[in-house]
């Protein structure tokens, strides 16, 4: 009997050595040295499909549902320093009445509106999985899916959002109008603005943080640029102090950034201390500039894109 012959070796096969591992269908379809340069040429015009979409927002609601405790962990953490904020903005504003335009029930209801902007808005940054995907090495099917990546990371958001809303959002809220008392927006009208204003200050957050999360396709690490980002957000957005204190041009200056979308402009609607019309105008045209900056991105790394794991 004939000596089988040696199989060849070619590299595109999964190696026999045992200290490899196992190797799933993903590392068998796409073979990638660490930190290899990889080619993709998929269309960059994906079709859009409403019901994927929609499916999407719902996956992202569910997934986050399941992590029930660690939401009302949040939801209790945004209303313990919600009160700590709201003593120190009763004192500042007893001291100084009329403060950048408030009252005092104003300020305590801001300091619990912004609380509860903390979850949804995720003002300090993260929640997208797009940098640990890219990690893995799994951004390499993202990007060849038949749909648009930051359509569908921006559909698992919103499900997400909507999730820590209603667990994490409202808590905070009822916590201040009971302890302190807060003002609520009048009638319909008020109410559908704020929920207007909301939805934008979400789409430019979530474009912000897309900007963010594909920086590790060209800076390998993103820690420095999440941190930048947070100081930014937390300072800008009026997440600590309301931005009508930042004096003179420089007020001006704050006031017309991004971040001010955020959490500045839809609390100032539910106060009914900004026009919900021209509110909404300044944060669709920051949430358009910021959305189109991250599809310019997505194509970029279309065509190039580094793979650090696989």
Request: some cysteine; hydrophobic content about 50%; proline content about 8%.
């Amino acid at each position: 009997m004939p000596a089988a012959r040696p199989r060849a070796h070619n590299p595109a096969l999964p190696s026999a050595d045992p200290r490899a591992g196992p190797r799933t269908a993903r590392h068998r379809a796409i073979t990638l040295r660490r930190c290899e340069t990889i080619p993709f040429h998929a269309p960059f015009h994906a079709p859009f499909h409403a019901p994927l979409y929609a499916r999407l927002v719902r996956y992202g609601f569910r997934k986050h549902a399941t992590y029930v405790w660690g939401a009302l962990a949040g939801a209790f953490t945004n209303s313990v320093f919600g009160v700590l904020r709201a003593y120190v903005l009763i004192a500042l504003w007893e001291a100084r009445p009329g403060l950048a335009g408030y009252d005092v029930t104003h300020a305590v209801t801001y300091c619990f509106v912004t609380q509860a902007f903390i979850g949804p808005m995720q003002l300090f940054g993260g929640g997208l999985d797009v940098p640990e995907r890219i990690r893995t090495g799994d951004i390499a099917l993202d990007l060849v899916r038949p749909a648009s990546l930051q359509l569908w990371s921006m559909a698992e958001d919103l499900g997400r959002a909507g999730y820590l809303f209603l667990v994490r959002g409202i808590p905070p809220v009822l916590l201040g109008a009971a302890l302190f008392g807060v003002v609520r927006p009048s009638g319909f009208a008020g109410w559908a603005g704020f929920a207007a204003c909301f939805l934008a200050g979400w789409a430019v957050g979530f474009a912000w943080r897309y900007l963010v999360a594909l920086s590790v396709c060209w800076l390998v690490d993103d820690r420095g640029v999440q941190v930048g980002s947070l100081v930014l957000t937390t300072l800008l957005s009026g997440m600590m102090i309301p931005l009508p204190l930042v004096p003179g041009p420089l007020g001006e200056l704050v006031r017309a950034l991004p971040w001010a979308a955020m959490a500045q402009a839809p609390a100032d609607v539910y106060l009914g201390t900004a026009p919900p019309l021209e509110t909404l105008a300044f944060q669709a045209s920051w949430a358009v500039a910021l959305l189109a900056l991250g599809a310019l991105g997505t194509r970029a790394i279309r065509h190039k894109v580094v793979i650090q794991g696989g």
